[in-house]
Structures are given as C-alpha cells and as structure tokens.
C-alpha cells in the first residue's frame, strides 16, 4: 500500500524516511509467570520448564542503534517484552530519550510490578506516558495467576502513578479462575478513581484449558446473567468489554474439557506447590457440585 500522491519510490532510500514510532520488545525477560503466558513472552517461565529462549543480540544490537540515532525524531513509543520495567535496554533507552526528546508520547504496557532498575522511575519522569496495565484478580488470586507478582507491590505502584497526572488503562484477561473475581478487581478499582473507559476486558483465547468456556453450562448462564447486570449498570469501553465477553459466550462453538483444565493446572501447581482448589475455593465448590472434576 502507498500514498498515491507520493509514489511507490517515495520509501526507497533511507534519505526520505524518518523514524517517528517505535514497538520495542527486546527480549522475553519477566519476573513474572502468568498461568496463562509462556517462555515465549516470559524469562520466568522458561526457568520454572527448564527452557532456553534464543534471543539474536546481533539483531538487538543493531535495532538499538538505529533507534538510539533517532531519538530525536521519535513522536510514539511503544515499550512492551516480558516486562519492560525489567529489561535493561529500556533504562538506556529512557535516559537518552528523557535527555533528547522529553515531550514524546510513551506508551507502556506492564504488570506494574517493583523491579529496581530504575525504569518505572524513569517513566515517571516523562508527561506524557500511557500506563497500559495487565490485571486480572486481586489479593491472593492476583498472586497466584500473575505468579511471583506481589498484590502490595502493584498496589503501591498504581497509587504512585495516579498521582502523576498520566494517562492509566487495564489490559484484562476473562478466563476461568477470575470467572467471578475479574468483577471485584474492576469494583475495587473503579472505587479507587477510574472511569469507565480505563477498562479493556477480553475472554483468553488461549491456552485452551483456560477457557471459560470450558465451565458447564449451568455456570456460564449464571456469568451471562451476571454480565447483564453490569452491562445494565456500566457505560463506556467497561460496558462494551461485558457486551462482547457476553457475545462470545453466547455465540460461540466450543468442546468442553473442564478435565483438562484440571490436569494441566494440577501439573503447574505441582511445580509451584500451589493449589488452585484452595486459592479459588469458589470455583472448586462449584465445579465439584456439578460433578465435573471426577
């Protein structure tokens, strides 16, 4: 696709183009491991399988450069990973870029967690910064789906930034062990400050065993019925998130596996000595109810 004004040659030579917006994710390194991630986008969760994630730091190396050459000219960063708190690349990358170029728009999409790298600080230092944060329970549910996260931690983090006058959102993932809860962390927040619109939820895709579809049917007409209630009571994105987990639900095609559910988060629990039965006491009753677990 071209401008039909400019021309195809327009892009040929280096010459007539200028960086203005980068996607950085260096690497996979996180210090966390969500039940739902994997050591493709976690360092932690190649750790815990005893894999190696192959990272070409001739290719970092090079982007990095041309990045750093033009820092000046960049309007819209995006910083992603892993965590990008926690990735080095991205405190060199803020001090020249606070030193150079300190009114361009930062986007960031983070866990919120404390690393001590100095990143989180050095973002605070910037005005125009867009906090894209990934959430999905609170307390102890927090700590076991978001696992090596800290509750307090991410907790002291977002009441510092509120205080910063920058733009926040919650990335949120529906799936299975926040069937319920994903309810009280967005009460919790919006009690805490936040509109409507700070709200992206989505049903998890994937791993299949997650699905919320996966639940019997007897519990997921108790979720829409729930769903039309906050739809009700609920406007902005935060309204459109409940219509459109409501409409995948409702619309689609799934072969239930409750019992893979089971034995794949039995196999992680046995590697963290977890126990999903006794962090989501809930979900276990109701399952066991249903006669599903056997």
Not at 92 to 104: M, Q, R, S
Not at 126 to 140: A, G, L, M, P
Not at 224 to 234: F, G, P, Q, R, W
């Amino acid at each position: 696709y071209y401008n039909r004004e400019l021309g195809k040659t327009f892009l040929n030579t280096k010459t007539d183009f200028s960086l203005h917006h980068v996607d950085l994710r260096w690497t996979n390194h996180c210090n966390q491991a969500c039940v739902y991630c994997g050591p493709g986008y976690s360092s932690k969760w190649a750790t815990e399988l005893g894999k190696t994630i192959k990272s070409d730091k001739q290719a970092r190396d090079q982007v990095k450069k041309y990045v750093f050459n033009n820092v000046k000219n960049l309007k819209n960063v995006y910083l992603a990973g892993g965590e990008p708190l926690l990735i080095n690349e991205n405190r060199a990358f803020l001090k020249l870029l606070l030193e150079k170029n300190p009114d361009v728009t930062i986007r960031v999409n983070t866990n919120l967690s404390s690393t001590g790298t100095g990143v989180f600080q050095q973002l605070c230092q910037f005005k125009n910064v867009h906090w894209t944060i990934s959430v999905e329970s609170i307390e102890d549910e927090y700590e076991y789906i978001r696992y090596h996260g800290s509750w307090d931690d991410f907790l002291r983090n977002l009441k510092y930034i509120q205080t910063l006058n920058h733009k926040i959102s919650f990335n949120m993932l529906y799936f299975i062990l926040n069937y319920k809860s994903i309810f009280n962390c967005v009460d919790l927040l919006q009690k805490a400050g936040f509109h409507e619109n700070s709200f992206i939820i989505g049903p998890l895709y994937t791993p299949d065993h997650l699905n919320i579809l996966n639940l019997p049917d007897e519990m997921l007409d108790k979720i829409k019925d729930t769903l039309n209630v906050k739809i009700a009571e609920s406007s902005w994105y935060l309204k459109n998130s409940y219509e459109n987990i409501l409409k995948y639900i409702t619309t689609t095609t799934w072969k239930k596996d409750i019992k893979q559910f089971v034995k794949q988060t039995d196999i992680m629990d046995a590697r963290r000595k977890n126990n999903w039965r006794t962090t989501f006491p809930k979900l276990f009753e109701e399952l066991n109810a249903f006669n599903v677990l056997e």
